[in-house]
C-alpha cells in the first residue's frame, strides 16, 4: 500500500480510521523549525465536530510528536506526528465486509487489498484519517511563512448563500441523509516562479494533494469551468505594473504552471457523505442478491463543513515543497 506524497518534504500517512492510531511521517524538513503541541492546535481545532450533522466521534487529538530535540526544534531527520484512536465502535461495520456501501471504499479496498483489509470506520478511505492531513499541513506552513491562507466553505447542496448552510446540514441530518459542498482556498503571498511546465505544474501538484482528501471529486483554478463561458478578450488578466500585477485574477494566480505573484485561487467540490442513515440497496455478498442496508456508524451529514482546514493544509504541503524545489 503505497502511501507517500513530495519530491523534497515528502509524507507518508499512516494508520487507519480505527487503529490504534494515525498520522504522519514527514522527510526534509530543514533543522531549526520549532515544532509545538501549540502551534497544532488552531487547525486541529478547526477541523473538530462542534456542530449538529457534524460526526458525533470525538477524539482529543493531541499530536505525539517525534523526531524533535529537547528544545522542540527539528533536527534535518524525518519527524512523526501521531493521533491516538480511543473512541472506536467496530462493531458498527462489522457487516461491511459482505455488505458494501454504495459509493464508498469498501468494495474497492477489499479486492485489492484482500479479505484481511480492516474497513471498521472506513479504514484508511475515511475522513479520520484528515487529522494527520493537517498535520502535515502545520508543519508545511512554517516553511512559507509569508503566505497568508483564507479558506472557507462557499457553497452547500448548491446554494452559495452563507447564513443557510447550518439550516441545510441540520436539514440533511434530520432526514437520515447528507449534502455536499465546495471550499475555496485563497493564497495570498506566495512567491513567483513555483511550479514548472507540464508534469509539475502548480495546478498539477496542488490538484494531486488535494485529490488525497477523501470525498474530493473536484477541483477548479480561478474561474475555472465558469472562464470557458468567456471570450477571451473578457477573460484575460491585464498586468498592470512591473510586478506582474494583474487587474483581475481569472488564471488563479498561475500562468504556464508557474506561480505569477497573484493570489492563488482554488476550489475543491466534495461529495454528499456516501454513509446516510437512510436504507440503500447494496449488493449482498454473502445472500448473492440486492438487499437493503441500514448502515451504522457515526458519520457527517456534511464533510465539506470540516473539510476547509483539510484543502488548506494540502495547499500548502503542495506549495511549501514546490518552494523547497526552487531553492
Same mark, same amino acid.
Given at each position: =500500500?503505497?502511501?507517500?506524497?513530495?519530491?523534497? !518534504?515528502?509524507?507518508?500517512?499512516?494508520?487507519?480510521?480505527?487503529?490504534?492510531?494515525?498520522?504522519?511521517?514527514?522527510? #526534509?524538513?530543514?533543522?531549526?523549525?520549532?515544532?509545538?503541541?501549540?502551534?497544532?492546535?488552531?487547525?486541529?481545532?478547526?477541523?473538530?465536530? =462542534?456542530?449538529?450533522?457534524?460526526?458525533?466521534?470525538?477524539?482529543?487529538?493531541?499530536?505525539?510528536?517525534?523526531?524533535?530535540?529537547?528544545?522542540?526544534?527539528?533536527?534535518?531527520?524525518?519527524?512523526?506526528?501521531?493521533?491516538?484512536?480511543?473512541?472506536?465502535?467496530?462493531?458498527?461495520?462489522?457487516?461491511?465486509?459482505?455488505?458494501?456501501?454504495?459509493?464508498?471504499?469498501?468494495?474497492?479496498?477489499?479486492?485489492?487489498?484482500?479479505?484481511?483489509?480492516?474497513?471498521?470506520?472506513? &479504514?484508511?478511505?475515511?475522513?479520520? =484519517?484528515?487529522?494527520? !492531513?493537517?498535520?502535515? #499541513?502545520?508543519?508545511?506552513?512554517?516553511?512559507?511563512?509569508?503566505?497568508?491562507?483564507?479558506?472557507?466553505?462557499?457553497?452547500?447542496? +448548491?446554494?452559495?448563500?452563507?447564513?443557510?448552510?447550518?439550516?441545510?446540514?441540520?436539514?440533511?441530518?434530520?432526514?437520515?441523509?447528507?449534502? #455536499?459542498?465546495?471550499?475555496?482556498?485563497?493564497?495570498?503571498?506566495?512567491?513567483?516562479?513555483?511550479?514548472?511546465?507540464?508534469?509539475?505544474?502548480?495546478?498539477?501538484?496542488?490538484?494531486?494533494?488535494?485529490?488525497?482528501?477523501? &470525498?474530493?471529486? &473536484?477541483?477548479?483554478?480561478?474561474?475555472?469551468?465558469?472562464?470557458?463561458?468567456?471570450?477571451?478578450?473578457?477573460?484575460?488578466?491585464?498586468?498592470?505594473?512591473?510586478?506582474?500585477?494583474?487587474?483581475?485574477?481569472?488564471? +488563479?494566480?498561475?500562468?504556464?504552471?508557474?506561480?505569477?505573484?497573484?493570489?492563488?485561487?482554488?476550489?475543491?467540490?466534495?461529495?454528499?457523505?456516501?454513509?446516510? +442513515?437512510?436504507?440503500?440497496?447494496?449488493?449482498?455478498?454473502?445472500? +448473492?442478491?440486492?438487499?437493503?442496508?441500514?448502515?451504522?456508524?457515526?458519520?457527517?451529514?456534511?464533510?465539506?463543513?470540516?473539510?476547509?482546514?483539510?484543502?488548506?493544509? =494540502?495547499?500548502?504541503?503542495?506549495?511549501?515543497?514546490?518552494? !523547497?524545489?526552487?531553492?
Amino acid at each position: =500500500m503505497k502511501n507517500s506524497y513530495g519530491e523534497i !518534504l515528502r509524507v507518508t500517512i499512516f494508520g487507519a480510521s480505527h487503529a490504534e492510531s494515525v498520522g504522519v511521517d514527514i522527510e #526534509g524538513v530543514p533543522q531549526g523549525l520549532r515544532l509545538t503541541e501549540e502551534l497544532f492546535a488552531s487547525d486541529i481545532e478547526r477541523r473538530r465536530p =462542534m456542530q449538529r450533522g457534524d460526526t458525533p466521534r470525538h477524539e482529543s487529538d493531541t499530536p505525539q510528536i517525534e523526531g524533535t530535540d529537547k528544545e522542540h526544534l527539528t533536527t534535518g531527520g524525518s519527524i512523526r506526528i501521531s493521533f491516538r484512536n480511543n473512541n472506536i465502535r467496530s462493531k458498527d461495520y462489522a457487516h461491511l465486509v459482505y455488505h458494501p456501501r454504495p459509493s464508498h471504499a469498501d468494495l474497492t479496498q477489499r479486492r485489492k487489498y484482500g479479505q484481511e483489509a480492516d474497513l471498521a470506520g472506513g &479504514g484508511i478511505a475515511s475522513g479520520r =484519517m484528515t487529522v494527520a !492531513l493537517v498535520a502535515a #499541513g502545520v508543519v508545511a506552513k512554517q516553511l512559507i511563512p509569508n503566505a497568508r491562507f483564507e479558506t472557507k466553505l462557499i457553497e452547500v447542496a +448548491g446554494i452559495t448563500d452563507v447564513s443557510r448552510f447550518d439550516s441545510l446540514i441540520q436539514e440533511a441530518h434530520s432526514d437520515k441523509d447528507s449534502v #455536499g459542498g465546495v471550499v475555496e482556498c485563497r493564497v495570498e503571498g506566495v512567491e513567483a516562479s513555483l511550479g514548472e511546465p507540464f508534469f509539475d505544474s502548480v495546478e498539477s501538484t496542488i490538484a494531486h494533494l488535494l485529490f488525497s482528501i477523501p &470525498g474530493v471529486k &473536484g477541483v477548479e483554478f480561478g474561474d475555472g469551468f465558469a472562464g470557458c463561458k468567456k471570450r477571451g478578450s473578457e477573460r484575460n488578466d491585464a498586468i498592470i505594473d512591473d510586478k506582474g500585477t494583474t487587474l483581475t485574477n481569472n488564471e +488563479g494566480g498561475i500562468n504556464g504552471g508557474i506561480t505569477n505573484g497573484n493570489p492563488i485561487i482554488v476550489r475543491v467540490a466534495i461529495k454528499p457523505t456516501p454513509s446516510i +442513515g437512510r436504507e440503500q440497496h447494496s449488493y449482498d455478498f454473502s445472500s +448473492g442478491r440486492i438487499a437493503p442496508l441500514t448502515i451504522g456508524g457515526r458519520h457527517d451529514a456534511c464533510i465539506a463543513r470540516r473539510a476547509a482546514v483539510v484543502v488548506e493544509a =494540502m495547499v500548502a504541503l503542495a506549495l511549501a515543497d514546490l518552494k !523547497l524545489r526552487n531553492l
